[in-house]
């Protein structure tokens, strides 16, 4: 499991709101914490008047600073909580992201998915989406939003975990019933379903599915049959609170309709460890899910 949180920042409100649930979940897992600032020097490059080059070391010192004052500033939050780290890096962030996370595989990276700079000029938005892309370390992906609640500790009541039959995606249950008997959180087991497009023969105009209700019934029994036998494998391992939801339709917009029905979820999904969206477990369906969930997800990379 984790042993450390890795939270980039980047002055913003909207990055920032990626800290209550880090606080929950260090709380619950004993997590050490490291906290991240990266001041981009190209875009600093880019921003600077070729009259005032000679003034760009200066403003680069006056940044680390500011940056470092501020973090140390997001280290006080931490009541109980014991923060490591406070680092100011300098270049390109999702890359310095990406490297730092790398050297301990016990690391988890935290962030938010959308957050406009403060004076160091990123888009948390655009890094989180390279680091998602480029990282062999599992992240926790919080929604940023310009009021959302950037103090105290998130609530939790459940954790939504999504599964296609592969044993790839179950790479995601011991990572989630871990959270879940820590957290004291229900865990909703879900399958989307519907009929496969190989079932279909026809035109490029007109397709058809012979015997769909028929064909229905038989994947939707073999889905619900998946989703008991894991809840059944759930109760042997210790784990109370688990249920399963049969989804009807499309993967990615099922879990999230089913998310925004009840409150407190987190998603937890898997990729392949070898990171890239290409490689995803769930392809675009975890890609969707990730960009457009009001919830957190949990993103972990299988080995």
């Not at 790839?168 to 959180?185: H, M």
Request: proline share 3%.
């Amino acid at each position: 499991m984790y042993t450390r949180l890795l939270i980039p920042l980047d002055g913003s409100r909207l990055a920032e709101n990626v800290l209550p649930y880090a606080r929950t979940l260090a709380r619950a897992l004993d997590l050490r914490i490291d906290l991240l600032s990266v001041v981009d020097l190209m875009d600093f490059a880019r921003t600077t008047h070729a009259g005032h080059v000679r003034d760009f070391d200066p403003i680069i010192e006056a940044a680390v600073r500011e940056g470092r004052q501020y973090l140390e500033n997001v280290a006080r939050s931490f009541a109980g909580i014991t923060v490591d780290n406070c680092v100011v890096e300098q270049g390109q962030a999702d890359q310095i992201i990406i490297e730092k996370a790398a050297r301990d595989k016990g690391t988890l990276i935290g962030m938010a998915t959308r957050g406009r700079s403060g004076i160091h000029r990123w888009l948390m938005g655009s890094v989180a989406e390279k680091v998602l892309r480029g990282a062999t370390n599992s992240l926790l992906l919080v929604r940023g939003e310009e009021e959302g609640k950037t103090d105290g500790t998130a609530s939790l009541k459940s954790v939504v975990v999504p599964l296609d039959g592969s044993r790839l995606a179950e790479t995601v249950l011991p990572p989630a019933v871990d959270l879940a008997k820590k957290l004291s959180l229900a865990i909703v087991l879900t399958r989307a379903y519907q009929i496969p497009l190989s079932a279909a023969y026809g035109g490029t105009d007109t397709l058809y599915i012979p015997n769909s209700d028929a064909l229905l019934n038989l994947v939707r029994e073999e889905a619900g049959a998946y989703l008991e036998t894991k809840v059944n494998e759930l109760h042997q391992n210790g784990v109370e609170k688990v249920s399963s939801i049969l989804l009807v339709g499309s993967g990615a917009d099922e879990i999230i309709d089913l998310a925004r029905t009840t409150p407190d979820n987190l998603i937890a999904m898997c990729t392949h460890g070898r990171s890239g969206v290409k490689r995803w477990a769930l392809g675009s369906v975890t890609e969707k899910v990730v960009r457009h969930s009001g919830d957190p997800v949990l993103v972990v990379r299988a080995e």
